[in-house]
Nanobody, 120 residues
């Protein structure tokens, strides 16, 4: 069973930056897609950004130009650099991973979530 452990959430003022990191462990196979999703109170979980092990990426329109996803395949880690944060970015952010190397849908494994709060 793949385990995903996130770190890096917190409280930041609007316009500030945060970096989220996630490490995958106990994977019996090479990890394919890795990504970040978020869920705000009363809303559905949504894609923030995802990346294949070849480096192809997909971003939500709302974060393009502000967030950057990256990964280290050798270490099975994925990071999300979030700049120019807005109050509407406030949510619980979840790390996601799967064995299939596709951006078409989420992987099967989820982290426990980390809170990001952006104050105005």
């Amino acid at each position: 069973q793949v385990q995903l452990v996130e770190s890096g959430g917190g409280l930041v003022q609007a316009g500030g930056s945060l970096r989220l990191s996630c490490a995958a462990s106990r994977s019996p196979f090479s990890i394919g897609v890795m990504g970040w999703y978020r869920q705000a109170p009363g809303k559905q979980r949504e894609l923030v950004a995802a990346i294949t092990n070849g480096g192809s990426t997909n971003y939500a329109d709302s974060v393009k130009g502000r967030f950057t996803i990256s990964r280290d395949n050798a270490k099975n880690t994925v990071s999300l650099q979030m700049n120019s944060l807005k109050p509407e970015d406030t949510a619980v952010y979840y790390c996601n991973a799967g064995f299939l190397n596709t951006l078409a849908y989420p992987g099967d494994y989820w982290g426990q979530g980390t809170q990001v709060t952006v104050s105005s």
